[in-house]
């Protein structure tokens, strides 16, 4: 429960903090400009050196895995995060983010609860007891053709949201022909069912 709590503390922390430097911009910015959304948000590249670097500087607690990719052969990476002692009963986390390509804060809060563990393993009790106690599995971009192009969808045109078994008859996705279609929601559902997990977080947002 205590990771958990604290999943969602800094998850909240950083949304707001995102929202709090978006304002101070807003007056000169065009919030649906997709110049803008370039400008502010790390690109893929970016994202990519950035897990990179975050499992290079800790390679004790964390480690770099690809979990499949997407129809453009675009790769998925992971971060794994977990504490330097291995324990099967460990309490297990998944976060992802831009299911929707163009939903770029999710990616960003992603990557900053990514660097918050890691930098503060070693410097806060709290922070270090939940990752032994824990492994956190974090996804940044689940939908990497999306996110290239800035489009909700992926590639296919069809809403990667809207494409699970249950809501699939509802949603008009018009070259989903049954669940899980895609090779993005493939590595999604085989990562999900992988082994039980506390808890999975999907960050999305209003742009």
Known sequence: MKAYVLIISISFFMWTTALSNSNRQQNN?????KAYLKNKFHTYEEVRNIINSLGFMYPSISSIDTI???ILGNPIWLLRVS???????????????AMH???????????????FLLE??????????????SEILLVPILNPD??????RWLYTGDDANRS???QLAFTGSRNICYPFQSPELKAYRKILLDSPWYASF????GI
């Open 29 to 33: 910015e065009l919030l649906n400009s």
């Open 68 to 70: 499949g990719y997407s």
């Open 83 to 97: 504490g330097e002692n291995y324990s099967n009963s460990k309490q297990r986390f998944f976060l992802n983010g």
């Open 101 to 115: 390509g163009n939903e770029k804060m999710g990616t960003e809060i992603v990557l900053s609860i990514s660097q």
């Open 120 to 133: 503060n393993y070693y410097q806060n009790k709290n922070i270090k007891d939940i990752i032994d106690r």
């Open 146 to 151: 999306g996110y290239i192009c800035h489009m």
């Open 164 to 166: 699970f078994g249950w």
């Open 202 to 205: 999907d960050y999305h947002t």
